[in-house]
């Protein structure tokens, strides 16, 4: 991977001594539940973490106010996202005159969002927007959508929300494998002018604080999430990308054979935690 560096390689000692504290999480809300459904926000850690006893949702790590707002659907701002997702999928477009509605029911993805990515029938890895996109373009004769864009994550998010509760549970063996593996070591590899890696704070720092900021195990369950920084729908490889700007690297394209690797390979490591899509997170 090229990575850009200019000027002076800070160390990951100089990120690292920001921060400070210990815990699993704030004192907020004592569970998630969501129309007397109880989501599953800690499980037991797969035997390939060793260095976690537990995996912990996202939303273990938020303010009693912020996980306020996933606890009813009327507050849950990115619900709004939801609703234009509905609209998306009923509205007709393309040469062949359909829309998503015309050869699906909702009801038919329900599941879905737990198993993904997966390696499909060509032995390509595959993501929900790669689903959204094949169907556009083979069946309705119809322009693909932006990976990250905002019709991309409103109904990634509706399709997402027919799993919600259903735990995760992603093929890491067979096919999965060799795909499995390059995640993995893209998670464990130092990238950036900080000499960073995903494990150096999502495994070996979460539950401290980082600046203003409460850092988590970068569990992807609750994706795509709204977050309050920038009022919007994010994608898992949009938060990537984030991650990767923010250690002074250069990122992946969204979309690419690294990303969607690394995303198989993350999502593993929440195996067990239900989905929560559309998630409220910081």
């Known amino acids: 991977m090229e990575i850009q560096k200019p000027g002076m390689k800070v160390g990951a000692a100089a990120v690292i001594v920001l921060l400070a504290g210990a815990g699993a999480g704030f004192a907020g809300q004592p569970s998630l539940v969501i129309d007397g459904q109880t989501m599953i926000t800690k499980a037991k850690a797969p035997a390939y973490t060793p260095k976690l006893t537990s995996?912990?949702?996202?939303?273990?790590?938020?303010?009693?106010?912020?996980?306020?707002?996933?606890?009813?659907?009327?507050?849950?701002?990115?619900?709004?996202?939801?609703?234009?997702?509905?609209?998306l999928f009923n509205k007709v477009e393309g040469s062949a005159g359909k829309s998503c509605a015309s050869c699906h029911e909702l009801k038919d993805f329900i599941g879905l969002r737990t198993r993904l990515p997966?390696?499909?029938?060509?032995?390509?890895?595959?993501?929900?927007?790669?689903?959204?996109?094949?169907?556009?373009?083979?069946?309705?004769?119809?322009?693909?959508?932006?990976?990250?864009?905002?019709?991309?994550?409103?109904?990634?998010?509706?399709?997402?929300?027919?799993?919600?509760?259903?735990?995760?549970?992603?093929?890491?063996?067979?096919?999965?494998?060799?795909?499995?593996?390059?995640?993995?070591?893209?998670?464990?590899?130092?990238?950036?002018?900080?000499?960073?890696?995903?494990?150096?704070?999502?495994?070996?720092n979460y539950g401290k604080m980082i600046r203003a900021d409460h850092l988590s195990q970068?569990?992807?369950?609750?994706?795509?999430?709204?977050?309050?920084?920038?009022?919007?729908?994010?994608?898992?490889?949009?938060?990537?990308?984030?991650?990767m700007k923010n250690v002074r690297a250069k990122p992946y394209k969204q979309g690419s054979p690294e990303f969607k690797a690394l995303e198989l390979y993350v999502a593993s490591r929440g195996q067990g935690l239900s989905v929560e899509s559309p998630s409220v997170r910081n």
């Open 55 to 87: 995996v912990q949702s996202g939303w273990v790590f938020r303010s009693k106010e912020t996980q306020a707002l996933q606890l009813d659907d009327f507050d849950n701002p990115g619900f709004v996202f939801v609703d234009k997702g509905r609209d």
């Open 218 to 243: 970068g569990q992807i369950n609750g994706f795509p999430t709204y977050r309050l920084k920038n009022a919007k729908l994010n994608s898992v490889h949009a938060r990537f990308k984030g991650c």
């Open 118 to 204: 997966r390696v499909n029938k060509d032995g390509h890895l595959e993501t929900m927007e790669d689903l959204v996109n094949k169907s556009r373009t083979k069946y309705m004769g119809a322009k693909p959508w932006k990976y990250s864009g905002s019709k991309m994550t409103a109904v990634t998010a509706l399709i997402s929300l027919q799993s919600r509760g259903m735990p995760m549970n992603v093929a890491v063996d067979g096919p999965a494998k060799p795909f499995w593996e390059k995640g993995k070591k893209l998670y464990y590899t130092r990238v950036g002018q900080l000499d960073l890696a995903c494990a150096n704070c999502h495994e070996d």
